[in-house]
């Protein structure tokens, strides 16, 4: 399904972009209520005599997205979209749903949402996401579905249990759409996933053969219907990368009018030079660029926000178009084997990991971490406190009760040093950790920017597997309205729903939703303003959010009364330009 819009009926759309564009105005204000009213009486008119909605939603107060205060309109849906808005109660339909007075709002978008795979291995795993309200999500960070080849196929086999394999994004969206899917999904081409099939995981540059592989298979992913391409620079072997190289592979995703993503080289001391480096990107490339989870990590750095900020703004005042997203929570997330500096893994992750049974080379790594700043240290943007840095989820093997507890914690319960506990860890396996690493001014003053978008930065997840994942897993969306609308007054009701909506929309070209609108997909979120919120903790991450009480995909009903329901409406969203 592209994300292109396509056309609808031309005079109403005249009338409602004419009232907008009159209303502005001091002296068209009178003039331009006039036409939005004509408008919603000629819709209704218009659909009198046409066959009946499949669902027909009254008694909403309407956020269309745009930022827009709230007006009341029924809104009418037909083959999964958006037919009418209006006085619409005498248009016979299917269904007809009395919202009671609660806000009708366009599908949330989360624009990090980690992986698609887990909707078609548990469906469940779609519940942490449309209960929240969230109907699409963005994946592919560093990593990405596709492209494949039969080593990394075999390393997603030893993670994952599953009867099918796929080497490119055109046999990977065909296995979604064949076992459905219950939300919206748009993917990038991760740098780091075409680092790994033409490189391998080794600190190496690519000879011009191998540069000249990789644009190729970037090229691929973005005819096949990636919306761009990512990198997360921070992960071996990700970080090996080069500027040059990513925009080499940021120009080929140009051609395709994609977008160049990225989680930075530096979110701490150096997250200025690390915005200067996107914003490097983006100019060379000629392309769009977002800003993953904009932060400024450690207290050292809280500071350096708002030179962010004025970094981007001023970028953006000059042409360049970058955007970024924020999720709503001080500790981050990441594997812990990130609090190593990376230039350990430059032979490779296996071999790093069995050097760890040497005491010396833990004594070795040990004196980096504690003293060495020129890399993203992510043991002293938590005050080099154990304490601070929690685990969530944990390798095979390891007992299960240590996930939810800190270091320092795991530590005493072994009667052990922390630095061995960690390193225990790290030579485990994957061990997904939450440092505490920002502030809440810091996401107070991120929220006010008006191109600061919504993303959770987690992956679907049901609550059995992820029992001590960061609660922005079950939390994102319900939290920005319940405390930085309701209770802290950051942000009004329409700006937070224009950051979850028409915004990620834009950002991720997606004409066709993000707003309630005709003609667009009935991507829907109904909510209580004076009740939603997040119960998700971290010492109770798994638990749903209430007050978000029907969520809408493509048409049909996906959440009722705050439940799920068996719709499997959701679409994979190809990019074409």
């Known amino acids: 399904m592209s ?14 972009l004419g009232g907008a564009a009159v209303a502005t105005t001091h002296k068209g204000k009178i003039f331009g209520a006039f036409l939005l009213t004509l408008s919603f009486f000629v819709v209704a008119r218009s659909d009198s005599g046409d066959r009946p909605f499949d669902v027909l939603i009254i008694n909403g107060r309407i956020l269309d997205g745009t930022g827009n205060p709230w007006f009341r309109a029924d809104l009418g849906i037909r083959d999964g979209r958006v037919a009418a808005i209006g006085s619409l109660r005498q248009v016979p339909s299917a269904r007809t749903i009395d919202v009671h007075n609660l806000f009708v709002t366009p599908g949330f978008i989360d624009m990090m949402a980690g992986d698609s795979l887990p909707l078609v291995l548990d469906r469940t795993s779609a519940a942490s996401k449309l209960l929240q309200g969230v109907t699409t999500i963005l994946v592919g960070e560093g990593d990405s579905p596709a492209p494949q080849n039969p080593e990394t196929i075999r390393s997603l086999k030893r993670r994952f249990e599953f009867p099918f394999f796929w080497t490119n994004y055109s046999e990977y969206f065909d296995i979604l759409s064949q076992r459905k899917i219950a939300l919206n999904v748009i993917h990038n081409v991760g740098a780091a996933q075409i680092r790994q099939v033409v490189l391998g995981d080794r600190d190496v540059d690519p000879t011009p053969a191998q540069l000249a592989r990789m644009e190729e298979l970037v090229a691929e992913a973005m005819q096949q219907g990636a919306v761009g391409v990512s990198t997360a620079l921070i992960y ?32 701490s001391g150096g997250v200025l030079e690390a915005i200067d480096e996107v914003i490097e990107i983006a100019r060379k490339a000629h392309i769009p660029a977002h800003i993953y989870h904009l932060k400024a990590a450690g207290q050292d750095n809280w500071s350096l926000v708002e030179k962010a900020l004025d970094r981007i703004e001023e970028a953006r005042s000059k042409g360049i178009e ?4 924020a999720y709503p929570y001080i500790y981050n997330g990441l ?11 430059a032979g ?8 760890l049974g040497d005491s010396a080379v833990r004594s070795r790594l040990r004196r980096e971490i504690e003293t060495r700043a020129d890399w993203e240290n992510w043991y002293i943007h938590v005050g080099r406190d154990w304490d601070n840095v929690l685990v969530a989820d944990i390798p095979q093997g390891v007992d299960p009760h240590y996930a939810g507890m800190s270091i320092a914690q795991i530590a005493k319960s072994r009667s052990v040093d922390p630095w061995t506990v960690f390193f225990d860890l790290v030579a485990a396996g994957n061990t997904t950790v939450n440092p505490k ?8 003053e991120i929220y006010k920017a008006d191109f600061v978008s919504i993303s959770s930065d987690a992956p679907p997840s049901d609550p059995v597997a992820a029992s001590h994942a960061h609660p922005r897993t079950f939390g994102t969306f319900p939290r920005i309205l319940a405390k930085y609308v309701r209770e802290e007054h950051v942000m009004s ?4 729903i224009r950051a979850m909506t028409s915004l990620p929309a834009t950002q991720l070209k997606l004409n066709d939703r993000g707003r309630i609108a005709l003609g667009m997909f009935a991507d ?40 799920m329901t068996d719709a499997l409406a959701g679409s994979v969203i190809q990019h074409h330009p």
């Open 236 to 267: 071996p072997p990700g970080s090996y990368a080069k500027t040059a190289e990513i925009i080499a592979l940021a120009k080929v995703a140009a051609r395709y009018d994609g977008i160049y993503f990225s989680h930075m080289r530096n979110e």
């Open 335 to 345: 594997d812990l084997s990130a609090l190593i500096a990376p230039w350990n893994f």
């Open 524 to 563: 829907i979120t109904i909510f209580d303003a004076q009740t939603v919120r997040d119960t998700a903790t971290f010492v109770k991450p798994a638990s749903y959010p209430v007050g978000i009480l029907y969520v809408l995909v493509n048409g049909q009903v996906a959440v009722e009364g705050g439940k």
């Open 493 to 496: 009701v329409p700006n937070a």
């Open 3 to 16: 994300g292109k819009s396509r056309p609808v009926d031309a005079f109403s759309d005249l009338i409602h």
């Open 322 to 325: 970058i955007t970024a997203d």
């Open 437 to 444: 690493s920002m502030d809440e001014e810091q996401k107070r």
């Open 348 to 355: 490779g992750r296996e071999p790093l990991v069995k050097s």
